[in-house]
C-alpha cells in the first residue's frame, strides 16, 4: 500500500523491508513533507508518521544521534514563542509513568525553548520503542528506539467509520472495509478516475474508491444482487427492503455523486464496445465457495446424444473454471484499462500447492505486487496488483495459452473440493474428538 501511494505522490520507496525484518517501524526516505502528509491521507495500514531526528539500539545511541542532528534543522520547531509536548510510544510493551518520564528527562540536552503544553501543543516530539513481536517473549531494552516530530496520522478510523456492521445494504460475501481501501489504494484511485467491478455485489470496493473522489460502475450476474431484491443476508432479517441497494450504500456516505451505474451483466462476454475506460478495476471474483462461479447459457434442454452444439448455442449450465474467469478477467483489463491503469484482484489458492508461477499472466500487464492473507490453514488468497504497461492487440488474447502459467493455474479450478475437504476432514476430527 505504502508503495503504491509513494508512487501515487511522486515519492520513492527506498526503505529495504529485509533490514526491518518483521518490525512495525519502517525508515522511509521521502522527498518533502508534503508527499508524508498526502500518504498519511490515503493509508489505512500506516498509523502515523514522523520525521526523524535520531535513532539507536540503545538510549546512548539515540542520544548520540540526536546531537548529530543539524540544530538549523531543530530551531523552528523549538524557540521560544513555540508550544510543544513529548509523547512515548511502546510496541509490545507498556511503561509506568515514572518509566516515560526518566524517559522525557533525558532528553534536556535538546535545545527546547519553547512551553509545554499538554493540550494545544504546536509541534508534537515522540520517543518510539520496538520491543519486538513476540508478546511471550518481552525483552528488557528495546531492539530499536527513535526519536522524531509528528507529522500526521494515518486514516484507520476509515475501518470503522466503514464498517460492514453498519451498512446499510450487505450481502454474504461483502469486502471488509478495510481491505476495500487497501485494495483502492493498490489500484493508485485518485479524483475523477473511473473505477470498474466486474464482479459488483453490494458494492464495498466502489465505495472506497468513491471515498477518494473517483467515479465508480460496476456490473454483476446477479440480478437480485443489482437490484436489492431477494433474501436479506443480514440476520434476523428475511427479505430486503425497498431501498436496500448499492445506490443507497454511496448514498449513506455522502457519496451518490460519484454512482454512475451497476447493470446485469456477465463478466465472461463484457458487452462493452472496443477501447480504453478505466483506470481501475477493482474486484474480488467469487471463489465457488459462498458465492457461485456461473455465466449465462441457453434454457433450451441440450439434445442428448449430440455432443456437438452449433456455435450460436451455448448451454445453460457451463461451468465457468476459476482459470477461464481470472484470465477473461485479465484480457478485459488489457483491453479496456488506460494504459498505466490498474487491476487490483483476489485470487484464492490451495496454499500446499501453491507456487508463484500460478498467478495468471498477461503480456500487456506488469504484476506490481502480490499479497497473502490467510483464509484457513490449508487456503488463502493473494491480493494481486497488475500495471497495463503495453497496448492490447488481438493476437494477446490467447497469449495466456501459450504462457507456462497456465497449465499450473489450472489446478485451481478444484479449489472449492480441496476448500470443502479441508473443512470436512476438521469436523470429522472435530466429531471424534467430542465422541472420545
Not at 281 to 297: H, N, Q, V
Request: charged share 25%.
Amino acid at each position: 500500500e505504502i508503495k503504491s501511494l509513494l508512487s501515487l505522490f511522486g515519492g520513492q520507496f527506498t526503505n529495504s523491508q529485509e533490514t526491518y525484518g518483521k518490525s512495525p517501524f519502517w525508515i522511509l526516505s521521502i522527498p518533502s513533507e508534503d508527499i508524508a502528509r498526502n500518504l498519511m491521507k490515503r493509508t489505512v495500514c500506516a498509523k502515523s508518521i514522523f520525521e526523524l531526528w535520531g535513532h539507536g539500539k540503545s538510549p546512548e545511541e539515540l542520544y548520540s544521534s540526536l546531537r548529530n542532528y543539524p540544530v538549523e534543522k531543530m530551531v523552528p520547531f523549538l524557540h521560544s514563542d513555540s508550544t510543544y509536548k513529548i509523547k512515548i510510544h511502546t510496541f509490545n510493551k507498556t511503561l509506568t509513568q515514572e518509566e516515560k518520564i526518566k524517559r522525557i528527562d533525558a532528553l534536556e540536552f535538546l535545545p527546547f525553548e519553547g512551553k509545554v503544553n499538554l493540550k494545544k501543543p504546536q509541534h508534537i516530539f515522540s520517543i518510539l520503542e520496538d520491543y519486538g513481536l513476540d508478546p511471550n517473549c518481552i525483552p528488557e531494552n528495546p531492539h530499536n528506539i527513535y526519536f522524531g516530530r509528528w507529522i500526521a496520522d494515518g486514516q484507520r478510523e476509515l475501518i470503522e467509520s466503514y464498517s460492514v456492521k453498519k451498512r446499510h445494504f450487505i450481502g454474504n460475501t461483502s469486502m471488509d472495509a478495510g481491505l476495500s481501501f487497501i485494495m483502492a489504494n493498490h489500484g493508485k484511485v485518485k479524483e475523477n478516475d473511473i473505477v470498474f467491478d466486474p464482479f459488483v455485489g453490494t458494492g464495498g470496493l466502489l465505495i472506497a474508491s468513491a471515498h477518494f473522489g473517483a467515479y465508480v460502475y460496476g456490473t454483476d450476474i446477479d440480478y437480485n444482487t443489482v437490484h436489492g431484491l431477494g433474501k436479506a443476508s443480514r440476520k434476523n432479517q428475511k427479505w430486503r427492503g425497498p431501498d436496500e441497494n448499492i445506490r443507497a450504500n454511496l448514498r449513506q456516505y455522502g457519496l451518490e455523486k460519484y454512482y454512475l451505474d451497476v447493470l446485469v451483466s456477465d463478466a465472461s462476454k463484457p458487452s462493452w464496445r472496443k477501447g480504453t475506460y478505466f483506470d481501475a478495476i477493482i474486484t474480488d471474483p467469487p471463489y465457488g465457495i459462498r458465492e457461485s462461479t456461473r455465466r449465462t447459457g441457453s434454457q433450451k434442454e441440450i439434445p442428448k446424444g449430440i455432443e456437438k452444439c452449433p456455435e450460436s448455442h451455448v448451454p445453460v449450465s457451463l461451468s465457468y473454471h476459476l482459470s477461464d474467469m481470472f484470465f477473461d478477467l485479465l484480457n478485459f483489463a488489457a483491453e479496456t484499462l488506460v494504459l498505466g491503469g490498474r487491476l487490483v484482484y483476489w485470487l484464492p489458492v490451495y496454499t500446499p500447492e501453491y507456487t508463484e508461477e500460478m498467478v495468471p499472466w498477461h503480456p500487456c500487464l506488469k504484476l506490481i505486487s502480490n499479497c497473502e492473507q490467510k483464509l484457513s490453514g490449508r487456503t488463502s488468497r493473494r491480493l494481486i496488483t497488475m500495471e497495463k504497461v503495453k497496448g492490447f492487440e488481438n493476437r494477446d488474447q490467447y497469449s495466456h495459452l501459450l504462457s507456462d502459467h497456465f497449465l499450473p493455474y489450472q489446478g485451481h479450478n478444484s479449489f472449492r473440493e480441496k476448500y470443502f475437504s479441508g473443512v470436512t476432514k476438521r469436523i470429522a476430527k472435530e466429531e471424534k474428538s467430542s465422541q472420545e
